[in-house]
């Protein structure tokens, strides 16, 4: 909603003025003001665009999870650069169903940028080796795959995992 230099912005003059409140006496509110502070500082790491396309994901709607990401105008400005990643990995497994093409370069450029969090990155790498596998890119898939096996620390993914080293040995 808010560039992420305005939430910043916002955000310390709240603290101001809840230091203000400190001074005059008035503890609640100024406790009450920091951690309303605290929203906005969340909001400058966490997007909150993109966690309401996350939820929209969550309940497998890929149109509604284009509307939310399509209201960020200018992802470059507007946000940090793991948000981007973010940003380009919903992309990524929005247009995996229809354009490889497209869903790849989205993907690669997600990894570039970085994820957070190893399963994602999993995930990615898992589906950037699904394309290679689809493109008879067989090494590509293989070295993918393999890493996507390394990040997949809680065998979340240890099926899909399996499963496309069968389809692998029938390439």
């Known amino acids: 909603m808010f560039n992420k230099n305005i939430k910043l912005v916002i955000a310390g003059l709240i603290i101001a003025y809840a230091v203000y409140q400190f001074i005059e ?15 906005f500082i969340f909001l400058y790491f966490r997007n909150e665009i993109i966690l309401l396309a996350f939820l929209r994901m969550r309940k497998q709607d890929l149109a509604g999870t284009e509307k939310w990401l399509s209201k960020i105008k200018n992802p470059e400005s507007a946000l940090i650069t793991k948000q981007q990643g973010y940003y380009n990995y919903l992309y990524g497994i929005i247009h995996s169903q229809t354009n490889l093409t497209k869903a790849e370069k989205y993907f690669r ?22 394309i290679s596998m689809q493109k008879r890119r067989k090494r590509e898939a293989t070295i993918l795959l393999n890493e996507a096996k390394k990040l997949d620390k809680n065998n979340m993914l240890t099926e899909q995992i399996r499963m496309m080293q069968q389809q692998m040995k029938k390439i």
């Open 25 to 39: 006496g008035n503890i609640g509110n100024g406790i009450f003001l920091i951690l309303l502070s605290l929203i």
């Open 109 to 130: 450029r997600a990894l570039k940028l970085g994820l957070t969090m190893d399963y994602d990155v999993a995930m990615a790498k898992l589906s950037l080796a699904g």
